[in-house]
């Protein structure tokens, strides 16, 4: 079965970095895209990064330039590096991919951006 895991989320104070990954299993990771949302308490789920197949990528004007998203396919993995974190950045980070006609989750890793 489709899984998604995430991992490398923590504390992280304002202005610092940090690097989350998703690792993947039970489909063919190198074909589909990827993608990264986030979730704060009381807010939508929003996307954050997109990656295609091919590497294609597609940011928010609100992470554009700090947010980077790669993808492994030899190690069918995702990252997101985040740099110059914001105390608005904190939310649950979730990856996910769109295999038709389902859309499936991990289970989230938190960021938490504060002195």
């Known amino acids: 079965q489709v899984q998604l895991v995430e991992s490398g989320g923590g504390l992280v104070q304002p202005g610092g970095s940090l690097t989350l990954s998703c690792t993947t299993s039970?489909?063919?990771?190198?074909?589909?895209?990827m993608s990264w949302y986030r979730q704060a308490p009381g807010k939508e789920r929003e996307s954050v990064a997109v990656i295609s197949a091919r590497g294609f990528t597609n940011y928010p004007d609100s992470v554009k330039g700090r947010f980077t998203i790669s993808r492994d396919n030899a190690k069918n993995t995702v990252y997101l590096q985040m740099t110059s974190l914001k105390p608005e950045d904190t939310a649950m980070y979730l990856c996910s991919t769109y295999l038709s006609p389902t859309r499936y989750w991990g289970q989230g890793t938190q960021v938490t951006v504060s002195s």
């Open positions: 039970g489909f063919t990771f190198s074909v589909y895209g």
